[in-house]
């Protein structure tokens, strides 16, 4: 409904100003990596482990943030809006997941185009377009707004494990086990503090208190 598009659209805008953030980051350290593969091979493994590593920390440690602060910014931004309900539980988290898996591949991706073998990956890009449109289609008319989210997070996912296969074995050369001990540590740090957030509780009765806190 358009009820729901209107939330969706909302909370969509506030996690994307992160994502730009990040986008942003992965575009100034894009080029040193860039570098680093075409000059020595092993200052580049070492450029390359630090970039995904800290991008990934980075971007993780931005969504979890966000995952607590989106519900209490949200409950002030919409205060006396009552066309919709824009304090739906967990749909900060669902936003959250879906925003790490599809902005968590972005060194990944940065391989890809370094090395120029987008043509390579572009069978599983329209792939994971499908997943996204199907599951969404599907699962909206039972789940609604958290259907559509899920299907990002379907999608998301395929594309994620696609590209650490494909990057690790086909253009770095090594264990996949490498970008999935990163991706795995940092999920299941989120997954604690996402847990544990329901223990904290601050007073966020204004947009000032929010930044405060934020600080």
């Known amino acids: 409904t358009l009820k729901q598009v209107s939330v969706y659209s909302l909370y969509h805008l506030i996690y994307n100003m ?6 942003t980051i992965k575009e100034a350290l894009e080029f040193k990596v860039a570098y680093a593969f075409h000059t020595d091979r092993a200052v580049f493994l070492q450029t390359f482990k630090a970039y995904e ?3 990934l920390t980075f971007s993780f440690a931005l969504y979890t943030v966000m995952n607590y602060f989106a519900m209490p910014f ?3 931004y919409a205060k ?5 309900d824009y304090l739906l539980p967990y749909l900060p988290l669902f936003f959250a997941v879906a925003n790490l898996l599809s902005i968590g591949k972005f060194p990944l991706l940065s391989m890809v185009y370094i090395t120029n073998r987008f043509k390579q990956t572009q069978k599983s890009a329209i792939i994971e377009s499908v997943i996204n449109v199907v599951v969404s289609v599907i699962l909206v008319q039972f789940l609604g707004i958290y259907g559509a989210l899920l299907g990002t997070v379907a999608s998301a996912l395929y594309r ?4 650490i296969y494909y990057a690790n074995k ?3 050369e090594r264990s996949v086990f490498s970008s999935l001990k990163c991706w795995i540590v940092n999920f299941v740090l989120f997954a604690v503090i996402a847990y544990l957030n329901r223990y904290l509780i601050f007073d966020l009765s204004s947009f000032g208190k929010v930044v405060l806190y934020l600080q």
């Open 18 to 23: 992160v994502g730009r953030i990040l986008y």
């Open 53 to 55: 590593t800290f991008y």
């Open 74 to 76: 949200m409950a002030l």
């Open 80 to 84: 006396g809006v009552d066309d919709a």
């Open 160 to 163: 994620a494990l696609d590209l």
């Open 170 to 172: 086909k253009i770095i």
